[in-house]
């Protein structure tokens, strides 16, 4: 809302690593990363690359299994991918409860959560059980909760999700207010489009590692990210040496359900397969990916993943 979070510095990561049980395989490993206050930052990458596990870490959820975080405001809200809605409260008496533990006081907890309701048009499920809710008036209650305190770190897990147009919208606005008033805002989304424009940071996750990608001229988001050759990157936004953000020789972008393509694609473009689980995969050069994500996009294509083609097995050396 209108509180100012300036001053605070950024959110430090260093040498954090997470896994699931004591000989799990590392989610995370090695990651050292700042988040600047007042930054937008998306946290992109293929599936099970551990972006829910960054956001829970950074969010203070969840625990590092090695290395620390530093830098958490007192005031840090989070949305995760589900919303435990079960809770035995109305969407109103739930939110005065979260708001006074943020601090607020009992008044100032109801008059915000009235007016976050009514934002995310959802004034007129006050009163009724969350357990009642449906799906996308339960997740108007998770992101109202979030911004209740005017968080100085707000971490939003596909927090669009389930949201009726309006409402995502409405959530694109509060984001931008939220980083105008100094606050940190990591997020995934899996629309390349959100909050594409926005100055900001992209954060590459692959392989157990997270790198910042270098901003695109005009903007720091842009469309989904393919990595990029190294360029001038935000100061405090660790970057990785030249080498670390290679283009890939090539893309795999899996997409469906949009208008019929030119014969021709860019760059050569080839449709390779259907794709598991419904849609088509292209192979495009890594250079020209852009090009074709935002032919895909212009033609009302849902783009599922962008993603390095997998390198080819090395050869053998010869005994
Ligand atoms: N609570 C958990 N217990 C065990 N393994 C987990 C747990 N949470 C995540 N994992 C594993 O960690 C890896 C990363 O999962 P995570 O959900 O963080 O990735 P993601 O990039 O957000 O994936 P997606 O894009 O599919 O949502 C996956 O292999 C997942 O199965």
Not at 22 to 32: A, H, I, N, S
Request: aromatic letters at 4%; glycine letters at 14%.
């Amino acid at each position: 809302m209108r509180t100012s979070e300036r001053g605070r510095g950024p959110v430090r990561l260093a040498g954090v690593g997470r896994r699931y049980g004591p000989r799990g395989p590392w989610v995370l490993r090695g990651v050292d990363l700042e988040l600047p206050e007042g930054r937008l930052v998306r946290a992109t990458g293929a599936n099970g690359t551990g972006k829910s596990t960054l956001l829970r870490l950074v969010a203070g959820v969840d625990a590092p299994a090695e290395g620390r975080i530093t830098g958490r405001p007192a005031r840090t809200a989070y949305v995760p991918e589900r919303f435990p809605a079960a809770l035995p409260f109305t969407a109103l008496a739930h939110l005065v409860h979260l708001g006074r533990l943020q601090g607020l006081r009992t008044g100032e907890a109801r008059a915000r959560a009235g007016e976050w309701l009514e934002r995310f048009g959802a004034g007129a499920y006050a009163g009724t059980a969350l357990a009642e809710l449906s799906k996308g008036g339960a997740q108007k209650v998770a992101v109202a909760q979030a911004l209740l305190a005017a968080p100085g770190l707000l971490v939003l897990d596909e927090a669009w999700t389930g949201l009726d147009e309006g409402a995502r919208a409405e959530l694109d606005r509060a984001v931008r207010e939220r980083v105008a008033a100094g606050c940190t805002v990591l997020f995934v989304d899996h629309d390349p489009r959100r909050l594409a424009g926005e100055a900001g940071v992209t954060l590459r996750l692959e392989h157990g590692g997270v790198h910042a990608l270098p901003p695109r001229p005009g903007d720091g988001a842009g469309p989904d990210p393919a990595p990029r050759p190294a360029a001038p990157r935000p100061a405090r936004v660790p970057a990785p040496a030249p080498a670390a953000v290679p283009v890939p020789a090539s893309m795999r972008i899996v997409a469906s359900g949009g208008r019929a393509l030119p014969d021709v694609l860019p760059g050569g473009a080839a449709r390779v397969s259907p794709a598991d689980g419904g849609g088509v995969v292209f192979r495009v050069g890594g250079g020209d990916s852009d090009e074709l994500l935002r032919l895909l996009l212009a033609a009302s294509w849902h783009v599922h993943r962008v993603e390095p083609e997998p390198a080819p097995a090395p050869a053998r050396e010869p005994a």
